[in-house]
């Protein structure tokens, strides 16, 4: 028979679980492998709340395997280290992303792109084929135990707290500027969505020197946008006048949104020869108009957080930057009216759970 979550492994471990699709979390008991050669145990100080987790828990995308204990924006210190560690060392204060695993062997992962390898394994929602094939548990958790190449050293001048949504939504932003060149000074960027994901494009998008327009279905955050993040200007997706007037006016334009919408107005938005790159991950397909597309010579992409190298990269901009999020800081036992607030788009700009002091 099949070992319960609890008896799996050696070291126990506490955390918060969705149960089933209602979402709802509540304390879970389980446990973590033992620290191997290669890997790095941390406690976990502070767990960004990405809108990923809120579709895991409620199963909106259809593939979460109850009990999921969400969480991918981890910052803690290093409690232990195995004896093939050398990067790390006790009390060194790290990071995790999206991804605990991967084969490390396969092309894409010799050109550091582990997030895109066939045998990705997920922080969370995610099966070990590097061990036992247990199951992985994200970091709304009092620790983890992580192969090295999957640690981020966490750059002594970002906060642990505010820092933390960088290893998901800071990332998600950085990875799709620089590949599909987005990055050239002056260009006009749009930012479809002003959540997380959002918040964190507008501030890099500023670091690299371009003109940021957020393109939002909430009035009330346009005050903000501009005198707070620091965005250009601030266009209302339901005002059509104003959509009419910004036709072809962006180079660039990253969509977060995390509920079905229509690309046809961002497409509109963009310049001839435009890129609109697609980060958001709504549950169900959403419709591409081509005639647009193919008159304006226009690209359509997609983009999934980043490798481990990049990610590493990321954080040292947004070091060098002074790049945060702006946070709600929360308890451990908010995270219910959290997931509700997050699903109404009602967060300035994102939940970060204070995990080493409020989990119980
Ligand atoms: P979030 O904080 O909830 O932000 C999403 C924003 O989308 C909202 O703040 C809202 O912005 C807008 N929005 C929500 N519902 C809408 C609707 N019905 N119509 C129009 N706009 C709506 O979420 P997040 O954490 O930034 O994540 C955003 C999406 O990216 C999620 O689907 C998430 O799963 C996905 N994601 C993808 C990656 C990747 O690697 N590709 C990584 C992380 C997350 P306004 O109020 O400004 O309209
Ligand atoms: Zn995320």
Not at 50 to 64: Q, V
Not at 227 to 242: E, I, N, V, Y
Request: contains cysteine; hydrophobic residues 35%; negative net charge.
């Amino acid at each position: 028979m099949a070992k319960s979550p609890e008896e799996e492994h050696s070291q126990k471990a506490f955390g918060w679980a969705a149960r089933d699709s209602s979402g709802i979390l509540s304390p879970f008991r389980f446990s973590r492998r033992e620290n191997a050669d290669d890997d790095v145990t941390i406690k976990v100080l502070f767990c960004g709340v990405c809108h990923s987790d809120l579709h895991s828990a409620k199963n909106e995308w259809g593939f979460t395997n109850f009990p999921v204990v969400p969480g991918h924006e981890i910052v803690g210190v290093v409690t232990n280290t195995g004896n093939n560690v050398e990067k790390f060392k006790v009390g060194d204060r790290v990071g995790v992303g999206v991804i605990v695993g991967s084969c490390m062997k396969c092309d894409t992962c010799q050109e550091d792109l582990e997030n895109y390898c066939p045998q990705v394994i997920y922080t969370y929602n995610s099966q070990h084929h590097d061990h036992d094939r247990t199951k992985t548990y994200g970091g709304y958790s009092d620790m983890i135990v992580v192969h090295h190449r999957y640690v981020l050293r966490f750059p002594d001048n970002l906060p642990p707290d505010a820092g933390a949504p960088l290893l998901c939504a800071g990332i998600t932003a950085y990875s799709p500027m620089k590949y599909y060149g987005m990055t050239e000074p002056g260009k006009h960027l749009g930012v479809a969505g002003l959540g997380g994901l959002g918040h964190i494009t507008v501030k890099i998008g500023k670091a690299f020197g371009l003109k940021v327009t957020v393109i939002s279905s909430s009035p009330a955050k346009e005050d903000e946008a501009i005198k707070t993040l620091g965005a250009d200007s601030f266009l209302l997706s339901s005002d059509p006048a104003k959509l009419k007037e910004a036709m072809g006016s962006m180079d660039y334009i990253i969509d977060t949104v995390s509920a079905v919408h229509a690309l046809a107005p961002l497409i509109g938005l963009l310049k001839l020869n435009g890129k609109l790159v697609t980060v958001g991950l709504p549950d169900k397909p959403l419709e591409l108009p081509i005639f647009p597309l193919v008159l304006g010579r226009k690209l359509v992409g997609g983009s999934d957080i980043g490798g481990m190298k990049e990610t590493q990269e990321m954080l040292d901009f947004c070091a060098k930057h002074n790049i945060t999020s702006d946070i709600e800081l929360i308890r451990m036992d908010y995270i219910n009216t959290a997931m509700e607030r997050l699903a109404k788009s009602d967060v300035r700009y994102r939940f970060v759970i204070d995990v080493a002091n409020s989990l119980t």
